[in-house]
């Protein structure tokens, strides 16, 4: 019979660490994920990005700043993207600012506590860090 259960019991380990290994590292890493814990986490490639949500949207011209929400993670970042190449930061208000060293179509920066309420900003320019356009807030 103890061997009946230690064969069992072995089985069982091996079948949890076998369901375990089979998630996508993301869900891994959002399930820590919520609120606070997610201040400066990048969102790509965690669930919070698979569950966002506009929370509010700012327009500048061909320019489109998101303030997305994942209310999986409780957290809020900034989206901006426009119609072509051109130098882009996404900004959380007075928390953080990605600054594109490059043109892009988009950007965003990593995640803010969203439990609270949150503004985002988008910025446009002819070269990096030199931002001439820039949308009003977009705060949800």
């Known amino acids: 019979m103890k061997r009946f259960l230690f064969r069992y019991s072995v089985f ?8 375990m290994s089979m998630l996508p590292e993301s ?4 399930a820590s994920c919520y609120g606070s814990n997610c201040n ?12 966002a949500i506009p929370a509010a949207v700012q327009y500048a011209g061909s320019m489109t700043n998101i303030n997305k929400y994942s209310p999986g993670c409780a957290a ?6 426009d119609t072509s190449l051109s130098y882009l930061a996404a900004e959380t208000v007075g928390v953080y ?3 594109g060293r490059k043109p892009y179509r988009w950007v965003w920066d990593s995640m803010y506590d969203g439990t609270g309420y949150v503004c985002t900003k988008g910025h446009k320019g ?5 931002y001439t356009i820039h949308t009003s807030s977009a705060c949800g």
């Open 76 to 81: 809020n970042w900034s989206y901006t993207q």
């Open 12 to 19: 069982l380990f091996l079948l949890v660490a076998l369901a």
């Open 97 to 99: 600012t990605y600054k």
């Open 126 to 130: 002819p070269s990096f860090n030199n």
């Open 27 to 30: 869900m891994a890493r959002a």
């Open 40 to 51: 400066g986490i990048d969102p790509s490639g965690t669930s919070c990005w698979n569950d």
